[in-house]
């Protein structure tokens, strides 16, 4: 089965790229400086010649791919789009373990389902399984929430893991931080890269069904801060940090664990900065994915169908002082992912703490 591009000219793509990263990317000009300036413009115009000669996905792909990489963050990338990847299956499958490194480690024995649940642990403790913090698992952690509220208002511990969860949305662990804090939770806010490119996709973005009136309210107002300041950094929240207070402190659960390991990232690291300020809360696992610096991704109409193009457009105001990406977030204890029963081993830390 050949897998030539119809319309897919990989130089045009190529610059695409290129110029589409430089205008809009929220990192770009925290990670091309004048120190490395050279070298970055030699290894773009090798590639770009790599990208004259490319004539299929495959070949593209790779090229456009080895660019974004450079910069080290996750959240920047040239991915194959779903509908590639389901025609083509064993060639997604390839292509992912070339910039994998070789094939993926196996899961461990023991690793958890993709579904968000809660479980019993006994009389006193309840298991929260939250696998994923998209858009759309914001309801369903709700509604969790909800249907289960007598469990969780009389249990004395909870194991909240999050293995596996990339992040999402922050909206999505709304509803479980009133239950685990203890005082006021402080954090850096998000400052966006005004450009046009940027404005224009957050416009196009407030057709979407999949946002709350909430959400479309800020992005409302983002747009007009950058649409003030083209070619800026605008911070949306109007504050150099932020502080969370809830009117009470609820009696259980007493001591909360969290699980992680190295793929818990995104908005699943940021709920881990909010949750352990928490004098409830302690972190076991391994480091954390390390993707929270740049975020707020969009996805850009790159030529090619067959390939999307995610660009970062906020960056963290915690930086440059603390950084997380390519470090990740360390757990108060730390726990081999090959251990038989993880959660029964948070389980017993929590209650011996």
Known sequence: ????????????????????????????????????????????????????????????????????????????????????????????????????????????????GDTSSLKLLGPDAVLLRLPSFEWSEKTVIDSLIKANIKQLESAEYWVIDIRGNVGGTDYAFNSILPYIYTNPIMGKPDEYLSSRGNIDI????????????????????????????????????????????????????????????????????????????????SVYGENSAGMLDYGNTQFFDIPCKDLNLVIPISRSMRLPEHPIDNIGISPDKKIDRNDPDPVASVLKAIRQK
């Open 1 to 112: 089965m050949s897998l030539k591009a119809q319309n897919c000219n990989c130089l045009t793509n190529f610059d695409f790229m290129v110029n589409s990263v430089k205008l809009n990317y929220a990192g770009y000009a925290d990670k091309v400086k004048e120190h490395n300036y050279n070298e970055f413009s030699l290894f773009t115009s090798k590639l770009r010649k790599k990208a004259a000669k490319a004539t299929d996905i495959k070949s593209c792909y790779i090229v456009l791919r080895t660019w974004t990489e450079w910069f080290k963050d996750h959240h920047l990338r040239v991915q194959l789009d779903w509908r590639f990847r389901e025609k083509y299956p064993d060639a997604a499958k390839q292509l992912s373990q070339y910039f994998a490194g070789g094939k993926p480690a196996p899961l461990p024995a023991n690793y958890p």
């Open 202 to 281: 957050l416009k196009e973005g407030l057709q979407s069904d999949e946002l709350n009136s909430e959400a479309k309210s800020f992005i409302r107002k983002l747009i007009v801060l950058m649409e003030e300041k083209p070619g800026g950094f605008v911070n949306p929240s109007g504050v150099e940090s932020v502080e969370m207070k809830f009117d009470k402190t609820c009696v259980y659960p007493k001591k909360v664990g969290i699980l992680i390991d190295r793929k818990s990232a995104s908005s699943a690291e940021t709920f881990l900065l909010m949750a352990r300020q928490s004098t409830k809360v």
